[in-house]
């Protein structure tokens, strides 16, 4: 069974989310994340292997539901991308579900 403390760091291969402290790292070195940058991350890590859906994603992190076409999610991933992967084909952590949304392995 988790400690509590484990269920308040969430993780994906080097990268570690505190809830607690609000603070990410990746191979220990903390990344300066936005607030929504942080809680694309813990939405993403919190639904670890489901497909999340911009509208989805815009309802728990806005707080409002769009219909139609929005950019907001993309522009914020992409951000997030830009700080959490390298340029290494790899590593990759968010993965793009054309047509849909977005997840995390």
Excluded: C
């Excluded at 903390?30 to 694309?40: M, P, W």
């Excluded at 911009?54 to 991308?81: A, Q």
Aim: hydrophobic share 35%.
């Amino acid at each position: 069974m988790n400690s509590p403390r484990e269920e308040e760091i969430l993780t994906v291969k080097d990268i570690k989310l505190d809830l607690i402290k609000h603070e990410a790292t990746k191979n220990g070195n903390k990344l300066d994340l936005t607030l929504k940058e942080f809680d694309l991350l813990k939405i993403l890590l919190q639904n670890k292997g489901k497909v999340l859906s911009r509208n989805f994603l815009l309802d728990k992190i806005w707080g409002y539901e769009f219909y139609g076409e929005t950019r907001t999610v993309d522009v914020h991933i992409r951000y997030l991308r830009k700080k959490i992967e390298s340029s290494d084909i790899n590593e990759k952590y968010i993965e793009t579900i054309r047509g849909i949304g977005y997840k995390i392995e």
